[in-house]
């Protein structure tokens, strides 16, 4: 399998611009994450999908953010418009419930965001 | 209180030699632990997990677990120059539950 895959892997805008992340989680996967990065804050739970649906978003910062999935391979994380301290590392990670334990929780590579 | 707390380093530790890697964490009700390996640049890996008290071996690594401490560690031992990474401590709430909620991370270096 090629893994969970995101674009674009980099990322420069200007403020107020908007921006579309994408990833394609792995196949079979049921549940997709998206997270952020940063020095400041670390890696946080932006939001997370099981089969499609979104179940917990308390995690995305405000109402310039949204996120898709309209099907099980492709999600969409979209900032609009973008400002200078949405700059981070963004990670899309999927996984596969197995019974109770569904553990192992597979990141892409990122999308890294500058936003001047 | 942050809800999982680590030493963000950096941890300096010659080459051979055991790396002690630490977390704690708030929420007593915590089932799941997770420690993940992230290089420089790269995304977060899975190395180890743990559920019950005790220890948990897998090669080089061993997780530990302290529920009533509420306390996680990993020990690395015979620590090579490809360790050198950033480890974070992840911890799920319940069994079910879907969220992790990751700590700072520690940077460790390993020195030849």
């Known amino acids: 399998d090629a893994g969970v895959i995101q674009s674009p892997r980099h990322e420069v805008t200007e403020m107020g611009q908007e921006v579309t992340l994408r990833c394609k989680p792995i196949s079979g996967h049921d549940y997709l994450f998206w997270y952020r990065q940063t020095m400041m804050r670390g890696l946080e739970l932006l939001i997370y999908?099981?089969?499609?649906?979104?179940?917990?978003d308390s995690g995305m910062p405000e109402d310039r953010f949204s996120a898709k999935m309209p099907n099980a391979s492709f999600s969409t994380l979209k900032i609009q418009p973008s400002e200078p301290r949405d700059s981070a590392v963004y990670f899309c990670?999927?996984?596969?419930?197995?019974?109770?334990?569904?553990?192992?929780?597979?990141f892409g590579p990122g999308t890294r965001l500058l936003v001047l | 209180q942050k809800e999982v707390e680590q030493n963000s380093g950096p941890l300096s530790v010659p080459e051979g030699a055991i790396a002690s890697l630490n977390c704690t964490y708030s929420d007593r009700g915590s089932q799941s632990f997770f420690w993940y390996r992230q290089y420089s640049g790269k995304s977060p890996e899975l190395i180890m997990s743990i559920y019950s008290n005790g220890d948990k071996e897998d090669g080089r690594f061993t997780a530990q677990l302290n529920k009533a401490s509420q306390y996680v560690s990993l020990l690395i031992r015979d620590s090579q120059p490809s360790d050198s990474a950033t480890y974070l401590c992840?911890?799920?709430?319940?069994?079910?539950?879907?969220?992790?909620?990751f700590g700072q991370g520690t940077r460790l270096t390993i020195n030849p």
């Open positions: 990670a999927s996984s596969l419930e197995e019974g109770l334990l569904q553990e192992t929780q597979y």
């Open positions: 999908f099981n089969n499609n649906v979104p179940i917990d």
């Open positions: 992840a911890v799920k709430r319940f069994q079910g539950a879907q969220k992790l909620v």
